[in-house]
Each structure stands twice: as C-alpha cells, then as structure tokens.
C-alpha cells in the first residue's frame, strides 16, 4: 500500500507543478492577450516577464525565452510582439500536459 501512496503522491505533485506553471502562464497569456486594448504596454511588458518566468520554471526553456523576447520588444513594435508571443504560445502547446493513466483499484 505504501508504494501506491508514493506512486499517488508523485503524479499529484507533477500535476500541482504542472498547474502551477503552465496551465497559470497559459491562462494569463490569454489574459494578456484577449485585453490588449486595455492594458498599455507597460503593463503587457510586466505582465509578460511574469509568464516567462513561470515557463522557465516549468522547464520550457524555448517559449520562456521567446516570451522575454516578446516583452522587451512590446515597447518598441507591437507587431514583432504579437509574432514573438504567438511563437511562444506554439511552442508552448499542452505537449506538456500530463496524460491520464488508468489507475488501479487497490483493496
């Protein structure tokens, strides 16, 4: 029984790490993006550099950076922002979703 507690305990914490990061980061950024119109692009840059962050966290290096890129240029052109965050966004995909196994009945 006790190496099931174990197995149980492992699978919740990866999907606790994986909710914490990803599908966060995913929901802000839709967030960020759904509202642009009212956010200026101080905030769309803080807001940003926030969702990187948890992307690095999460282990995805190549969205993570792609999202920093796309903060640091939101200032300058809006346009090379928009293409950087919906690479990141690409890149990003539920691949890292953890996918449900059947579980056991255990007595």
Do not use: W
Request: net charge positive.
């Amino acid at each position: 029984m006790e190496v099931s507690r174990k197995r149980q305990r492992g699978r919740v914490l990866h999907r606790f790490k994986y909710v914490k990061t990803c599908v966060l980061a995913r929901e802000l950024c839709v967030l960020v993006r759904a509202n642009r119109v009212a956010l200026n692009k101080e905030d769309v840059q803080a807001c940003c550099s926030f969702i990187c962050e948890l992307c690095k966290e999460a282990g995805c290096g190549e969205p993570s950076e792609l999202c920093k890129k796309a903060a640091s240029i939101v200032l300058d052109s809006e346009e090379e922002y928009l293409d950087l965050c919906e690479q990141s966004c690409k890149k990003c995909g539920e691949a890292k979703q953890p996918t449900a196994k059947k579980t056991t009945y255990v007595a």
